[in-house]
C-alpha cells in the first residue's frame, strides 16, 4: 500500500546516494471515485528519480483521499487544482531539500481543448510559475504526472484487491 505522503528524507538519501547527473521529476495523478454514496477523489503523487540521467529510475510515491466536489465530472476544476497545489508543495519540499538538483514539475493536464482537464490549463501553469518559480510541463511532456502516477494508481489498484 502507498503511503499517505512522501518522505522527503527517504528521498534526499537516496539521491545522495546517486550522480550528480540525478535528475528528478514530480507529478500527480488522480481518480475519482464513490464511496459509500460520497464522490471521493484519490490523489495520486509521485517523485521520479532519474538517476544520473541514464541509469533508469526510482519512483516514491503515496496516495492520499478526500472529499470531491467538482460538480461537472467532465469539467473536473476542483480535483485538477487539487492535483496542482500538491505537486506544487511537494516540488517546494523537494527544492528546499535539495537546492541544487534539476527537478520538473509535470501536470497531469492536457493543452488540446477536446479534453476536459483543458478547463484549468492557465490558472494551473499561472499557479505553479507564482509558487515555484518553474515553468511546469504538460501532456504529452509530463510523463511524471501521466505515466508515472497513473501507474502507481493501477499497482496500488492491483494490490487492493
Not at 464513490?34 to 516514491?60: P, S
Not at 476542483?78 to 523537494?94: P, T
Not at 518559480?133 to 493501477?154: C, G, H, T, W, Y
Request: aromatic share 8%; proline share 4%; glycine share 6%.
Amino acid at each position: 500500500m502507498l503511503p499517505s505522503e512522501i518522505n522527503i528524507d527517504q528521498v534526499k538519501e537516496f539521491v545522495d546516494q546517486c550522480g550528480p547527473g540525478t535528475q528528478l521529476y514530480v507529478g500527480c495523478d488522480s481518480e475519482r471515485l464513490i464511496h459509500q454514496g460520497r464522490w471521493y477523489a484519490d490523489y495520486i503523487l509521485a517523485v521520479v528519480v532519474h538517476i544520473n540521467g541514464n541509469r533508469g529510475c526510482k519512483i516514491f510515491g503515496s496516495l492520499d483521499r478526500e472529499a470531491d466536489y467538482d460538480q461537472r465530472s467532465s469539467r473536473p476544476r476542483m480535483r485538477l487544482m487539487n492535483e496542482v497545489y500538491r505537486v506544487g508543495n511537494l516540488y517546494l519540499q523537494l527544492t528546499a531539500a535539495m537546492p541544487h538538483r534539476h527537478i520538473e514539475v509535470h501536470l497531469d493536464i492536457n493543452p488540446d481543448e477536446r479534453h476536459g482537464s483543458n478547463c484549468v490549463i492557465q490558472q494551473a501553469i499561472g499557479y505553479i510559475r507564482g509558487t515555484c518559480n518553474v515553468i511546469p510541463f504538460v501532456k504529452p511532456q509530463a510523463f511524471a504526472a501521466s505515466v508515472a502516477a497513473d501507474r502507481l494508481k493501477e499497482i496500488r489498484s492491483r494490490w487492493a484487491a
